[in-house]
């Protein structure tokens, strides 16, 4: 049974009257944001306009990036024309595979798969086509909100962040900020101070007697929290002006409205070649695949850079959360997908903001890369085995099919990790050169899709990362779901250190 609260009334009077001024706080955020980004990052003065958030770059293009994406392409062409080329050899493989009873059994395998997962897209994209971002409540409807910032060893970056939330278009009165340091070994506390100073009342700033880690200081500011509302904010990100208002506003129009999360973009896109590839890679993750899971009311992960949630789900479920173990051992990762899996558990919906935007630092080598996707894939793996307790059974009213259908997607891929990989190298060690261009045609074909997603929400030209990133995932990140799912019971956040920003 769905919990309801009261949290606003909405009155058409009021609409109206946010209707009549809408271009007046159009303006007046624009104006408010043009001055916050070129007080804190000048460098994004000529991106304020439509797309202020999009990875276009007015400035010179850099050399090395423009040949990874000219050497990307040729290598993908070069695909193109060894399968034409060794069409035969093709034919002549099919051939075997199906006079014999593995190759029958890969063959009818890889096809059912292949059938789900266009089948699985088709259904994406209808919800796609549907979805549509909740629209800002007014003032008066805007309930109390306590912002969370946990930051550890994040330096000035934690300034910014405090600053970009204080400027939100929301009414001061109803917003709490409240920023915790987790024990940093850095200066992260001297900016926090500096902040804080000025802020004045606006902040409050706790730091941690030693560093326990993220949930851990989540937890101490929900326990501070006075809010209806609480919002979680990562120390490495910037807020939109209204974003805040937009994250919010669902709590207001549906009661069944547990939790959101917010449209993640990558704020250091313009630094190195690995962000860039994750920009792209980030819109299509949020803006396509969220959104269809916004539609579905069934977001299986509100983000730790950006995210809300109802103050009596999180109450209902803080003790669990912050007592959660795994194999025995208390769970130091995945505090947001662990939150929204209980906060689904309790009947609540869980929704997606498109139009509630946060920029987020991502690492930019390959060795952040790779520890920060082993740290998500681990808690994917365990929040995985979560969510079959309660994902079957009757734990929310209305359909459930949608959420049962994400939930069996999400254990096709961890399932079917061991197989394609060991698949894979038999591939390799047999027929390297059909694998190779075989793979590479594959990357052609399936990649186009967020390709054209983001060459039509943004820019062309930067829509070619999305090629670059498939191949560095296919041939140098490709072990890390089977490697997280054998060391799923493993602590340890990875990436934390001292700041190098």
Known sequence: ????????????????????????????????????????????????????????????????????????????????????????????????????????????????????????????????????????????????????????????LVWKTLHSVANSDYPADKIQLIAIDDGSQDDTWSWMLKAKQELGDRLSIYQQPENKGKRHALHRGFNLGIGEVFVTVDSDSIVKTDTLRNLVSPFVVKESCGAVAGNVQVLNNERAILPRMLNVSFVFSFEFIRSAQGQLETVLCTPGALAAYRREAVMACLPEWINQTFMGQPSDIGEDRAMTNMILKQGYHVMFQKNAYVLTNVPEDYTGLYKMFIRWERSNVRENIMMSKFVFKNFREGSKVGARLLFFNQWLKIIMAYPFTILMLLFVITQPVLFLSSTLFSILILTSIPVLFYARRYSSYESIWAYSYSLLYTFGLFWITPYAIATAGRRGWLTRGLSAK
């Not at 009261?6 to 209707?19: E, F, L, P």
């Not at 006079?99 to 088709?122: E, K, P």
């Open 1 to 156: 049974m769905i919990k309801t609260y009261t949290m606003g009334t909405t009155k058409s009077n009021n609409r109206d009257a946010t209707a009549s001024h809408s271009e007046t706080l159009k303006d007046r955020r624009k104006d408010n944001e043009q001055r916050l980004f070129s007080f804190i990052f000048p460098m994004y003065n000529k991106s304020l306009g439509k797309k202020l958030f999009s990875s276009r770059s007015n400035a010179i293009q850099n050399p090395v990036g423009l040949m990874v994406r000219l050497g990307t392409m040729l290598l993908l062409a070069g695909a193109v024309f060894l399968i034409f080329e060794l069409q035969p050899a093709f034919e002549q493989l099919h051939l075997d595979r199906i006079n014999s009873t593995w190759g029958y059994a890969f063959i009818v395998l890889t096809t059912s798969l292949l059938v789900f997962q266009i089948g699985f897209f088709l259904f994406n994209l209808y919800l796609y086509w549907r979805y549509k971002p909740i629209e800002s409540v007014s003032d008066e409807e805007l309930p109390m909100c306590t912002v969370i910032v946990p930051a550890y060893n994040e330096g000035e």
